[in-house]
């Protein structure tokens, strides 16, 4: 199973970015699917979380900026990020929890980071 993540970039404070993550290999069900972020110098912090019912959690952080979302027929979860800040800069990672057979327990899987840059 690999993630690959895409959509960082650099963008001045304010914009927006989204973020996409698409699951593929040996798949059976994907449970839930997250966003982290590792700041320069930080430790990685959970973003925002999504279960397979569409149930989502953020951190108070990015509460009403981010949104997070995903197709389960494409195995991809989203991150629309608006209003960015100088703070939102950091790498961000997908996180999806896998089942590749219905006799196998779910296992974290990680995806590669995409930067996203706030700067003026």
């Known amino acids: 199973v690999q993630l690959q993540a895409s959509g960082g970039g650099l963008v001045q404070p304010g914009g927006s970015l989204r973020l996409s993550c698409a699951a593929s290999?040996?798949?059976?069900?994907?449970?839930?699917m997250a966003w982290y972020r590792q700041a320069p110098g930080k430790q990685r912090e959970l973003v925002a979380t999504?279960?397979?019912?569409?149930?989502?959690n953020y951190a108070d952080s990015v509460k009403g900026r981010f949104t997070i979302s995903r197709d389960n027929v494409k195995n991809t979860v989203y991150l629309q990020m608006n209003s960015l800040k100088f703070e939102d800069t950091a790498v961000y990672f997908c996180?999806?929890?896998?089942?590749?057979?219905?006799?196998?327990?779910?296992?974290?899987?990680w995806g590669q980071g995409t930067l996203v840059t706030v700067s003026s």
């Open positions: 996180n999806a929890e896998v089942a590749e057979d219905i006799e196998v327990p779910p296992y974290d899987y």
């Open positions: 290999g040996d798949i059976f069900s994907i449970d839930a």
């Open positions: 999504i279960t397979s019912a569409g149930v989502t």
